[in-house]
């Protein structure tokens, strides 16, 4: 659901950006919505939501080629500028008016981000040259993209396609594809890199193929409008065929936990057993279990916490149980639970 959420804020960074600069109309208030969209990605997911903010910067950059001219280049740069400022007004701003988001970045900076990017994380291994990873990561997530592209470049290099008058496209294809590799490759500098983290680039990275190919797409479709209409009409009827199947899928899966099941299956025994918004003792391990963190602040606002002086509860699994105990805590549910709730006596 969060990567769902990620990619509406960023694709609409991008569609107000986009819009107001092809446009040229009401180009600052757009840029600002921009700036507002980004500012709810990377609320989020993190930082993986800041690319649009490159938006400006790389349409004057492509807009301007085969020359490139110093005054766009800036022009684009405090166009981008102001898209980050917005975003960066409305964190700060919240810093200020919410003293709780203060604590959670703070937290979320010593316990995540800074040790993904300094790489002293437990699960975060990359170092060096490993850091390339994302480039494996990209070829496997988008490998029918890059074959169709490539296919689609052999016919229209075979059928020596004339790409003279589409220019502009070209230009927006090119746009796309830097769009495409300012969501990705700054993840190089994580030292923990996920086919999740690729997700917003995706539709930019098909718009790219999109339109670099729209040349031979003209080709085959243009010299016969009745063939053109056929294809479109096929197209409709194959994307409701798609939007059908889709459908039915969601609904088979819907109310079927594809992940953290034991956590799920536990959760109405947690919930029973422990009132709402008590502070909660873990164990280290459980400590650092972010999904653990989120369900159960999600669903019945308690805060995880090692501090035993601040707890009349406890939470552990199987391999917690001999440090939870240790603390003089007694369990009150079934010992066959994933999850074990213990109390002060």
């Known amino acids: 659901m969060m990567d769902n959420n990620l990619l509406t804020f960023c694709l609409l960074g991008l569609y107000f950006a986009l819009d107001g600069l092809f446009s040229g109309k009401n180009l600052r208030w757009k840029l600002t919505l921009a700036g507002v969209s980004v500012y709810l990605g990377l609320m989020t997911k993190g930082p993986v939501g800041l690319y649009p903010v490159a938006t400006p910067f790389l349409f004057m950059l492509t807009?301007?080629?085969?020359?490139?001219?110093?005054?766009?280049?800036?022009?684009?740069?405090?166009?981008?500028?102001?898209?980050?400022?917005?975003?960066?007004?409305?964190?700060?701003?919240?810093?200020?008016?919410?003293?709780e988001s203060r604590v959670y970045f703070e937290n979320y900076w010593q316990k995540r981000l800074g040790v993904v990017l300094s790489g002293v994380r437990e699960d975060a291994e990359l170092?060096?040259?490993a850091r390339l990873s994302i480039f494996r990561i990209l070829a496997k997530e988008m490998a029918v993209l890059i074959a169709?592209?490539?296919?689609?470049?052999f016919i229209s290099r075979r059928k020596k396609i004339n790409a003279g008058p589409f220019r502009h496209e070209r230009r927006t294809g090119l746009l796309f594809l830097l769009l495409g590799f300012a969501a990705t490759l700054p993840i190089m500098l994580s030292a923990r890199q996920n086919g999740i983290y690729i997700i917003?680039?995706?539709?930019?990275?098909?718009?790219?193929?999109?339109?670099?190919h729209l040349p031979l797409l003209h080709h085959w479709l243009a010299p016969s409008p009745g063939k053109t209409t056929r294809?479109?009409?096929?197209?409709?009827?194959?994307?409701?065929?798609?939007?059908?199947?889709?459908?039915?899928?969601?609904?088979?899966?819907?109310?079927?936990?594809?992940?953290?099941?034991?956590?799920?299956h536990d959760l109405p025994?947690?919930?029973?057993?422990?009132?709402?918004?008590?502070?909660?003792?873990?164990?280290?391990?459980?400590?650092?279990?972010?999904?653990?963190?989120?369900?159960?602040?999600?669903?019945?606002?308690?805060?995880?916490?090692?501090?035993t002086s601040a707890c009349r509860f406890a939470l552990a699994d199987k391999n917690c149980v001999p440090d939870i105990t240790s603390y003089g805590f007694v369990p009150v549910n079934r010992a066959e639970d994933t999850y074990m709730v213990f109390r002060k006596p």
Do not use: N
């Open 63 to 99: 807009a301007t080629l085969p020359a490139i001219r110093k005054a766009d280049i800036a022009k684009g740069a405090l166009r981008s500028a102001w898209v980050g400022l917005v975003a960066l007004g409305l964190f700060a701003l919240m810093l200020a008016l919410v003293p």
């Open 127 to 129: 170092t060096g040259l």
């Open 148 to 153: 169709a592209f490539f296919i689609l470049f």
């Open 200 to 212: 917003p680039a995706m539709p930019v990275f098909a718009l790219a193929a999109g339109y670099w």
């Open 231 to 264: 294809f479109f009409e096929k197209l409709r009827w194959l994307s409701i065929a798609g939007l059908i199947v889709l459908s039915a899928y969601v609904v088979f899966l819907f109310g079927k936990p594809g992940r953290d099941r034991a956590l799920l």
């Open 269 to 307: 025994m947690i919930r029973q057993a422990i009132p709402k918004g008590e502070k909660v003792l873990v164990c280290e391990k459980l400590m650092y279990d972010q999904q653990l963190h989120t369900y159960l602040q999600r669903f019945h606002h308690l805060e995880l916490t090692r501090d």
